[in-house]
C-alpha cells in the first residue's frame, strides 16, 4: 500500500511542478488559440497541459519498476510494461503536441493513435482471452490477429471517449483520476485473495495515473491556468486502456467462487468507469452523423454543455459529473467485493440512471423557475472576474460627436438663416 501512495505522490509531485514551466512554453510559441465559438472559457488558455502530465507519468513508471513489489511484478509481467507505455506515451503525446500547437486532420491523429496502440502491442501489452463465467461457455481465447484488433480497438475508443469528455476545467483529469481509483481499488480487492502479477501491473499504473491526474488539477480547475489539450487528453486515455487491458486477463476460476458477477467484473468495470466518456461519445457520433456531419466534427451537444444550458455553473457542472463517474464505478466495484447477484446490475443501472437525471435538473430560482445561465454570467459567483469581450470602441469621429463642448455647458450657434441649432448637450447645472 505504501509503495502505491508513493508512486502517486512522486506522479503529482512531477506534474505539478512542471505545469507553470510547460504553460510558459506554451504561450511562448503560440499555444493558446483563439477562443472558438463552442468553446466555454471566454480568454485565450495555453495548451500542453499533457506535456507536463507526461513528465510525471515517465516519472512515476520508472519509479514504480524500482520499488520491492511493484518491480517485482513488472519485471514478471508478460510484457514490458514501463517501456511499452513510455513509447506510447511519447508518440501520443507528440501526436497531441502538434494537434494543439498547429492543428490536426482527425484522420491523421486517428492514425497516431492506431500507432500508439500499436505499440503496446508490439511490447505484448494486450488482451489474451474474454473472461466467461464456465456457465456460458468459459473464458475465451483470443488468437493474435483477434488479441491485436480487439486491444487497439479498446485503446483507441477509450483516447476517444476521454477526449470527448474533455471540455470544462478540470472535467477529463477528474474523472480519469476517479476512473483510475476504481481500477486499483478492483485489484487491491483481487489481491487480496490471489497472487497474480498482472493485478499488481494494474495497481501500480493506475496509482501513477491518479498521482498524474491529481498534479494537475490544481492548475486545471475553473478557473483553469492551462488546459491539458489533446496532448493530455490522449494521453491519460492511454494509460487508463492500458490499465484496463493488463486486468482483463484473469483465470475465471480464481475468482468463480465470487460469482458470476464477479468473473465478469472485467468486463463490466471498464464499461462503468467509462460510463461518461462513452455515452458522450457514442451521443456524440450519433448526433453528428445524423446530421450529415462527420464524426469528428466539433459542437456544444455534449453532455456538459447541456449541463451549462440548463443553469449549472462550471463548477457545478464538473462536480456533477465527478459524482456520476463516482456513483457508476465505485458501486460497481462494491457490488463485487459484496457478492451479489448478476440480476441486480441492471437494477443498479436504473436507479443510477435516476440519481443522476434528479442531480442534473435544473436550478430553481425564485418563483421564476429555472432559467439557463448565461455564458459569462455565473450566478454562484464561482467562476472569478467576467472575461468577456471589452465594449467597441467607436470611430475617432463619433467620439467627438458625443463629447460635450469645453466649458460645461452649451454654446448657441445659428444657421446662416438666423435659425437657432438646438445643440446635443444641454446646459447642465
Not at 184 to 203: E, K, P, R
Not at 350 to 370: D, I, K, Y
Request: charged share 15%; net charge neutral.
Amino acid at each position: 500500500m505504501r509503495e502505491y501512495l508513493f508512486m502517486a505522490l512522486i506522479s503529482a509531485a512531477v506534474t505539478y511542478l512542471l505545469v507553470p514551466l510547460v504553460r510558459r512554453f506554451a504561450i511562448r510559441i503560440g499555444a493558446m488559440p483563439e477562443v472558438r465559438e463552442r468553446d466555454v472559457h471566454t480568454t485565450p488558455t495555453p495548451r500542453l497541459g499533457g506535456l507536463a502530465m507526461y513528465g510525471g507519468l515517465v516519472v512515476g513508471l520508472l519509479v514504480a519498476s524500482r520499488l520491492p513489489h511493484s518491480g517485482a511484478a513488472l519485471s514478471e509481467y508478460d510484457a514490458n510494461v514501463v517501456t511499452a507505455l513510455i513509447v506510447a506515451g511519447a508518440l501520443i503525446t507528440v501526436t497531441g503536441f502538434l494537434d494543439d500547437w498547429w492543428g490536426m486532420d482527425a484522420f491523421i491523429k486517428l492514425g497516431g493513435q492506431i500507432a500508439a496502440a500499436g505499440v503496446l502491442v508490439a511490447y505484448n501489452l494486450r488482451l489474451l482471452y474474454i473472461p466467461l463465467p464456465k456457465d456460458w461457455g468459459g473464458s475465451t481465447s483470443l488468437d493474435y490477429t483477434l488479441s491485436t484488433i480487439i486491444t487497439i480497438l479498446v485503446v483507441v475508443v477509450t483516447i476517444n471517449a476521454v477526449n470527448f469528455v474533455d471540455g470544462l476545467d478540470g472535467l477529463a483529469a477528474g474523472i480519469v483520476g476517479i476512473a483510475a481509483l476504481a481500477t486499483w481499488a478492483y485489484s487491491i480487492f483481487l489481491a487480496q485473495s490471489m497472487s497474480v502479477g498482472n493485478i499488481t501491473t494494474t495497481a501500480a499504473i493506475a496509482a501513477v495515473l491518479i498521482g498524474t491526474c491529481v498534479g494537475f488539477l490544481p492548475h486545471n480547475f475553473h478557473p483553469a491556468k492551462i488546459f491539458m489539450g489533446d496532448t493530455g487528453a490522449m494521453l491519460i486515455g492511454l494509460v487508463l486502456a492500458s490499465s484496463i487491458v493488463t486486468v482483463t486477463p484473469l483465470d475465471p476460476a480464481a475468482i468463480e467462487n465470487m460469482n458470476k458477477f464477479g468473473v465478469l467484473l472485467p468486463l463490466i468495470l471498464p464499461a462503468a468507469i467509462l460510463v461518461l466518456p462513452l455515452v458522450d461519445l457514442i451521443t456524440a457520433v450519433v448526433r453528428r452523423t445524423s446530421q450529415g456531419l462527420s464524426p469528428f466534427a466539433p459542437d456544444r451537444g455534449h453532455l456538459h454543455h447541456r449541463l451549462l444550458d440548463i443553469g449549472h455553473s462550471q463548477r457545478r457542472s464538473v462536480l456533477i459529473m465527478y459524482a456520476w463517474a463516482f456513483l457508476f464505478a465505485f458501486v460497481v466495484v462494491l457490488m463485487s467485493r459484496q457478492g451479489v447477484p448478476v440480476l441486480l446490475f441492471p437494477v443498479f443501472i436504473v436507479l443510477a440512471l435516476a440519481v443522476l437525471v434528479l442531480m442534473a435538473a435544473p436550478r430553481w430560482r425564485g418563483r421564476g423557475g429555472s432559467r439557463p445561465a448565461p455564458r459569462g454570467d455565473e450566478p454562484d459567483g464561482d467562476d472569478g472576474p467576467p472575461t468577456g469581450p471589452m465594449p467597441p470602441v467607436l470611430p475617432d469621429p463619433q467620439v467627438r460627436r458625443q463629447m460635450p463642448p469645453p466649458g460645461g455647458a452649451a454654446q448657441e450657434k445659428t444657421t446662416e438663416d438666423g435659425n437657432a441649432v438646438i445643440t446635443a448637450f444641454p446646459h447642465r447645472s
